[in-house]
């Protein structure tokens, strides 16, 4: 059996961009519908979110765009790089996230994937409102202005 400590929780990808894109209201943890070979290039980091969005369909979750890397060792087995997954959520969650879609216009951004404690893929996403030209510049003024504060403490 294999060492419990391999698997702490690590955050291996962050989508950066979707921080400065849009404005989150609320973030959920769902799992992920993976093949053997996928797994193991998530663990190689071999993963990009830039891309990637969330849609509901059917009473079923899911996510496109998603880059999962080639597995080097794996054969003819190995995976579809951009293939559409299939997301776990409660249906509550699944049901919640859809009707604020539909009263709010809002959209479904993939904002972190990670392995937690017990070795499973999961990905944290969140029900976010686009920004506006004037919102992204007051989140880059923000930031520097924090940066500056940063330098000058020391």
Not at 90 to 103: L, W
Request: charged share 35%; aromatic share 8%; proline share 1%.
């Amino acid at each position: 059996m294999g060492d419990k400590k391999q698997f702490s929780s690590n955050i291996l990808v962050k989508n950066k961009k979707a921080r400065f894109e849009y404005e989150w209201l609320d973030t959920f943890q769902a799992g992920l519908v993976l093949q053997g070979t996928e797994i193991k290039a998530i663990r190689l980091n071999k993963v990009n979110l830039q891309e990637s969005y969330c849609y509901v369909s059917r009473g079923e979750m899911f996510v496109r765009g998603l880059h999962i890397g080639q597995y080097e060792l794996g054969t003819h087995y190995n995976h579809e790089e951009k293939r559409e997954r299939k997301l776990l959520l409660k249906k509550q969650e699944i049901e919640k996230i859809k009707k604020k879609m539909e009263e709010k216009g809002l959209t479904i951004v993939p904002t972190k994937l990670y392995i937690n404690a017990r070795g499973l893929a999961k990905m944290e996403i969140a029900l976010a409102k686009g920004k506006k030209i004037h919102d992204k510049r007051d989140s880059i003024k923000e930031k520097d202005m924090k940066r500056e504060l940063s330098k000058m403490k020391f």
